[in-house]
């Protein structure tokens, strides 16, 4: 095991030789010995040793403290000063931080090894610490998602540039704030302002995940939709020393899910409902009325009345255009809380809630009549049709949707074979 080397700083060269001879002789490598900051730094940069004992009230242009300062940040070397008793207590209250790295004039060789022992194994954790929190900064700037770490009090320690771009805050603006004025969330649900997530996930002791409409508000004003979580950061021994939260943006992922729940229940035709959402909104009906007995409501089942013929003629282009545009004139003859949906190719079907009689429902089945009777102008073309209905009430208290459509499809063919254009309810 190669000796460790120590450059000895030191003005008074009789002491400097003592100095240098103690070392030696508690093991240490002293190759030479030097009396200025300039020589120490210069000396420094071509031996670089292991240790530097340097006299803190050494004279010269630079002084000890100046020169420990540029040995220390630059070179990364360890620094253990030699004092006088007087100078302790300032120095060590000016560097509180310097613990263990300083040695009073006279001492021991006893003294002496303790001290430099300590100011190496200082040094050596030190740098341990900073390689594991470099290693840290490392990953933290690595990952693909927005990090925050911040301090027991919830004010904000780092942040990755991810973090930086989504909030618009850099993170030495942002250091020492409190985390609600760097990532100011908002809960689009209520539009509430979200307080500070790191004090609740701290005092809560568990991951929180951030809520489902969760809008952080830029530096810049840009609404950004995020989601993730944030958790408290405990030690090795279970105390909570801050809070680190993780997020992402998510719109793309939010317009993707909504897309999805669109292709699910939305016909892609039409943009009216489908069967399955029409079916399921029949079923809260039915589960309505029987929880309420003044609740009526009606299914109304509509099938146009020669579209083949349409389709034939003008093509399946023209055919869908023209389905569009009956969409729209159904919905135009609804109130806002009906429901209308294509149940598949010409047929529609309507959902009229809270009716107060049958002539709510056959009031609604003429005024489609009537809105379907005026021509359509597609390519040029003057296009009109008719439709069958057949209609189903809920005085009949049915109990599963599939019954109430089937007598409603039933009305509906008995329309048809009446001569098209009519309705009919089921009886």
């Known amino acids: 095991m190669f000796a460790r080397k120590i450059l000895v700083v030191e003005d008074e060269k009789i002491l400097a030789s003592n100095i240098r001879k103690s070392l030696q002789k508690l093991g240490y490598s002293v190759p030479e010995t030097t009396d200025s900051g300039e020589e120490a730094i210069k000396k420094v940069a071509e031996t670089n040793p292991n240790l530097v004992l340097i006299d803190i009230c050494l004279s010269g242009e630079i002084d000890g403290e100046q020169t420990a300062d540029i040995i220390q940040n630059h070179f990364q070397v360890p620094v253990l000063y030699l004092t006088k008793h007087s100078e302790y207590t300032r120095l060590h209250k000016k560097r509180p931080s310097e613990s263990f790295s300083y040695i009073t004039k006279p001492f021991l060789e006893r003294d002496l090894y303790i001290a430099v022992e300590m100011a190496l194994y200082k040094h050596q954790i030190e740098k341990r610490l900073q390689e594991e929190k470099q290693r840290l900064v490392a990953i933290i700037n690595s990952m693909g998602c927005a990090v925050v770490v911040t301090y027991a009090n919830g004010c904000i320690q780092m942040m990755n540039p991810i973090a930086e771009d989504l909030t ?40 929180l995940n951030l809520p489902e409409n969760c809008i952080l508000v830029a530096k810049d004003g840009r609404e950004i939709q995020i989601g993730d979580n944030i958790a408290p950061i405990r030690d090795h021994n279970g105390n909570t020393t801050g809070a680190v ?8 992922r939010k317009q993707t899910e909504a897309q999805l729940l669109r292709n699910a229940f939305y016909d892609g035709l039409t943009a009216l409902p489908n069967r399955v959402l029409f079916q399921d909104r029949l079923r809260q009906a039915i589960e309505r009325s029987k929880r309420k007995s003044d609740y009526y409501f009606a299914v109304l089942f509509l099938d146009l009345d020669g579209f083949k013929e349409i389709n034939d003629r003008f093509g399946h282009t023209m055919g869908d255009d023209f389905l569009i545009e009956i969409a729209r004139r159904l919905e135009s003859c609804l109130r806002s809380g009906d429901t209308v949906a294509r149940f598949g190719g010409d047929e529609f079907t309507v959902l009229l809630e809270d009716i107060k009689d049958i002539s709510d429902a056959t009031n609604v089945a003429k005024r489609i009549q009537d809105a379907l009777k005026i021509p359509l102008s597609l390519n040029g073309h003057q296009v009109s049709t008719t439709a069958s209905i057949g209609i ?15 007598d409603a499809d039933i009305a509906m063919y008995r329309a048809k074979q009446q001569g098209k254009a009519t309705y009919i309810i089921f009886s």
Request: hydrophobic share 45%; net charge negative.
């Open 168 to 207: 618009g805050w850099k993170q030495d603006e942002a250091f020492g704030k409190d985390l609600v004025e760097v990532v100011s969330l908002v809960n689009k649900n209520g539009e509430e302002v979200i307080k500070n997530l790191a004090t609740h996930a701290i005092e809560a002791g568990e991951v």
């Open 245 to 252: 939260l993780i997020f992402q943006e998510i719109t793309k």
């Open 392 to 406: 189903a009430l809920s005085f009949n208290y049915y109990e599963e949707p599939a019954t109430l459509l089937r």
